[in-house]
Nanobody
Framework: QVQLVESGGGLVQTGGSLRLSCAAS????????MGWYRQAPGKQRELVAY???????NYADSVKGRFTISRDNAKNTVYLQMNSLKPEDTAVYYC?????????WGQGTQVTVSS
């Protein structure tokens, strides 16, 4: 059974930083693309960043230069370092594992940026 468990969300002031973590189990982690998505109230879920098995990364324009995605295959964990946070970054952040047969999702972690 595949499980993705996120942690690291919280309340931070504008300009602050947070690091999200997502630990995967029940699947061969290193061969899959991992991503972070977010969903703000009243909005659709959107891609924030992803990292492939070959460590290629891609970011939404809104977070380029502020967020960094990385992975540690030895720990089956993907990270999202978020710097220079803005109120518009407030959302529930979801971890995603994209395999060839299925997409798996974590339960989400709340990030709130106060102005």
């Amino acid at each position: 059974q595949v499980q993705l468990v996120e942690s690291g969300g919280g309340l931070v002031q504008t300009g602050g930083s947070l690091r999200l973590s997502c630990a995967a189990s029940g699947i061969i982690f290193r061969i899959n693309t991992m991503g972070w998505y977010r969903q703000a109230p009243g909005k659709q879920r959107e891609l924030v960043a992803y990292i492939t098995s070959g460590d290629t990364t891609n970011y939404a324009d809104s977070v380029k230069g502020r967020f960094t995605i990385s992975r540690d295959n030895a720990k089956n964990t993907v990270y999202l370092q978020m710097n220079s946070l803005k109120p518009e970054d407030t959302a529930v952040y979801y971890c995603n594992l994209h395999s060839v047969v299925h997409d798996y999702w974590g339960q989400g972690t709340q990030v709130t940026v106060s102005s």
